[in-house]
Every structure is written in C-alpha cells, then in structure tokens.
C-alpha cells in the first residue's frame, strides 16, 4: 500500500512541477522512499533496484538515494556494485549523522565484496574507499545508470528467488572506512534512548527523543525486522534497524508519535513466544536439532553448544534433582560430568523448557531429559531401551 500511494504523489509532482519546485518533497525523494517500501516486500527486489536507479537519476547528489541503491544491490547479492554506491553515498553526506550511517553501509558493502571476490578486485575497492575526499570535488556520472533504466512511471514487479534480508540500512558502529573526525561527532550529538517491553501479544519498543518531526519521518514494519528514520530537530536524523529475535504480523504493527517518544507497536505472530530478547543473536543459530535428550548417550557437540549458554539461578529446581539422584546414586551410579551438563542446560532454558526437563527427568527415572513442553505436557516420559540394552 505504502509503495501505490507513493506512485500517486509521483503523478502529483509530475503533473504540477512548478509547484514541485517549491515543495519539500520532489521526485526524487518520492522514488527514493517508494524503493523503501518495496524493499520491504518479498519478492520485489527487482522492482526496488529499478526505483533505486530512478531515484539516483532525478537527485543525482541525494546521499539517501545513493544509500539505498547500495542496500538493494546488496541484498541481490552484487557487492562490488553496492560498494560504488555506498562510496557516493557517503561522498554526498552533508548531516553527521548521515556520515555515520553511510559510513558503516560502505564498511558493510566493502566487507562483503572481500568475501565474494577474487584477491585483486577485493584489493582494488580498499583506495577507492579511503579516497572519498579527494572524489568529493568531482560528482559521479549517472549516464550509464540512465541508459538502462525504463520509463519512471510505471516499473513492473518481477519476483525473485532470493530471500532479501530484512535489515533496511546498517546502523553498526563504523568500521576501519570512518575517520577518526566521525568519533567527535557521536560525543556531540545526543541519540535517543531505547527501552523495550513485552505485555501480552504485543511487544513494545519506546524510542525518547523530543521534537520528532513526524512527516518527515519514517517507519517499515517487516516480517521480522523494523527499520526507523526520525526526523529530529536542527536539521538531524536518527537512524535504526532492528533484527527481531521473532517474527511479527507487519500489517497489525503501528508507531506512535509523540512530544517526547516515539512508541512502536509490535503484533507478535506466535502470540505464546515469550521474548527472551528482542534481536536476533549469533547464538541462535546453535539451537539443537533435536529436542530430547537421552542422561546416558548426549554427543559431546551438544554439550558444548548447550555449555555456552549464559547462567541463571537454578535454585527452583536443586531440589528435584537430588531426589532424582537418589536411586542412582544408591545403586553406585551417576555422573557428576552429565548432571554438571544437566544444570547448564537448565540454567539457559526459559520457563517452558524447565517444566519439561523437571517432568521428563523424574518421570523417566533420571533416563530422558526433554525440552519441548508441548510435547510431554499431556503424556507420561517413559524410557525406551535400544536393542540389547536393559530398560
């Protein structure tokens, strides 16, 4: 929807330029906006690159449309290009803030061609990069971007195969591309404070920050990814993306202005999913394949990866395990090494995950050890021997 109603205001401009001219908001701004909302759709990264290439066309000095044509051409997987226009973007940057985010676009864009191209090329984009003063004199040419692009009035949406991640731009600290010039500037200007809550099925995130400007301002719920662009007095921006630790309902999300906050509100789309966070971690791509584990035959991969989970307070449960051990222990059994294991588990799992080892353990005799509530919530965990093995 957010994508037709910017083609409207296209036809509004393009039908009325003289009072375009004197508008805060020209063509270029409108297809720059318009290939942010397509990015945010599934499937229409072609459709958002053609928007990006326009946009460069009609504000050729436009950092944010240099910007986002680097994000689309990253997200299809064509770094070295998406390094050219991060380059521009961060060329064109006029605001401190926009230095600082293009800044760490360029990094990102830079970081990745390494990674997806041979020694030489890789080598070449490291001068380029350092080089953004001495190209500031000389504005880049946009004809070879102009020979290849179609009639700006109507762009058709081609799907594609590949998953877009769902990040908008990069807001990370700046690599080795900022200057040491860019460290004065955070000490100068003040950021919005960021608090988080979660209530029911929905999870709240509160950004403070007084004298918001809420039409030039903008916000893109994805299916598991918010992106933010506040528009804050004297002339700055505040900029954030947000990888969300679970998926969203994106139609049912809404952002709230305000005098002193902006609030986001975020529709969960598995409303028992307790947030233990609310962005994705590196860690969770470790989670176990399986959910139940057998006290006598855990591989030493999975210890490892459940081991390095952080601690909590295991007190609740201390009890339950000494009486659990009891048989064990009186037989000449037990393990200090696996139970040692067992508490770590339990010291990383949420509330669910904790019902479902107490029951398992004690149901099983101290044999299985599960972590799936749901799935010995209404069953007694009994124990199956293997071939040749006593139960």
Known sequence: EAAEYYGRALKVIRESKSEAKGSEMGEGDVLTRRA??????????????????????????????????????????????????????????????????????????TAESELNSSPNESASLLPKAASNENEKQHPPSTSTVSASLPSSSSHPVAPSSESPRDRLEPTETPGAACSASKKDVHAKQTLPRMEWFER????????????????????????????????????????????????????????????????????????????????????????ST?????????????????????????????????????????????????????????????????RAMNKSFVESGGKVLSTNWKDVANRKVEYKAENGEDA
Not at 221 to 249: K, M, Q, Y
Not at 250 to 257: D, I, L, S
Not at 306 to 325: F, Q, V
Request: with cysteine; net charge negative; aromatic share 4%.
């Open 36 to 109: 942010g909302a397509l990015m945010q759709l599934r499937g229409c990264e072609d459709a958002a690159l053609v928007e990006c290439k326009a946009a460069v066309v009609c504000a050729p000095n436009s950092a944010l449309a240099h910007a986002r044509l680097a994000t689309a051409l990253l997200k299809m997987n064509r770094p070295i290009e998406a390094c050219a226009a991060a380059t521009d973007a961060s060329r064109f940057a006029t605001k401190p803030d926009h230095q600082i985010a293009f800044a760490a676009l360029l990094s990102k864009c």
């Open 200 to 287: 029911g099925e929905f999870v709240t995130v509160e950004l403070f920050a007084k004298g918001v400007i809420e039409s030039r301002s903008e916000v893109h719920f994805g299916t598991r990814s918010v992106s933010v662009s506040l528009s804050l007095p004297e002339e700055r921006n505040f900029v954030l993306n947000l990888d969300l630790a679970h998926e969203i309902s994106a139609r049912e999300c809404r952002a709230e202005f305000s005098k002193v906050k902006v609030e986001l509100r975020l529709k969960k789309l598995h409303a028992a999913t307790r947030w233990a966070q609310l962005e994705r971690s590196s860690s969770d791509d470790l989670e």
């Open 290 to 354: 399986g959910n139940e584990i057998s006290a006598q035959g855990t591989e030493s991969s999975r210890q490892k990866a459940r081991a390095a989970r952080a601690p909590k307070d295991w007190d609740r449960i201390a009890a339950a395990m000494e009486d659990a051990e009891e048989p064990e222990k009186s037989g000449g059994g037990g393990d200090a090494a696996v139970q040692k294991l067992f508490q770590q588990i339990y010291m990383g799992a949420d509330e669910d995950a904790r």
